[in-house]
């Protein structure tokens, strides 16, 4: 997928809108986000179409309520098609190479927005309009 992993625009949104709960927030975003893998892992170790769809719903929200736009996209592709497998009775094996990525992309994302939300982090802008972060 081309989606860029974090839209940072929609990161600052949500930082300023949150203000001083955003950090508290991102940790219940680490929490549900680590259950949500989880059980949708454990779900299609099941083959149980059902049991991937509220994991990715949750997984799709949040991740977008932080910018997390890949892992957002990919959350909704593993849901809409396990409600597809729902609807029509099948079985989800075919999406196990996505809810395999799944994990890696949550840990990739979730490290990115940490980083970023991190006061410690020491930024020097690059002249591109964007910060370096080291």
Same mark, same amino acid.
């Given at each position: ?24 927030? /991102? ?24 049991? /991937? ?48 990525? /799944? ?32």
């Amino acid at each position: 997928m081309d989606e860029i992993l974090v839209d940072w625009e929609e990161f600052r949104a949500t930082r300023a809108q949150l203000g001083a709960a955003f950090v508290r927030i /991102l940790g219940y975003f680490r929490e549900d986000g680590t259950k949500s893998v989880a059980a949708i892992e454990d779900a299609m170790r099941a083959r149980d179409a059902r049991g /991937l769809v509220m994991p990715a719903h949750t997984l799709k929200s949040e991740a977008r309520q932080f910018g997390g736009e890949k892992l957002g996209a990919v959350a909704e592709d593993i849901e809409m098609f396990a409600r597809h497998c729902v609807e029509s009775q099948i079985s989800p094996d075919e999406y196990l190479p996505r809810v395999v990525e /799944l994990r890696k992309l949550f840990e990739e994302t979730l490290s990115a927005l940490e980083r970023e939300a991190n006061p410690l982090v020491q930024r020097r802008p690059t002249g591109f309009g964007r910060a370096v972060t080291y």
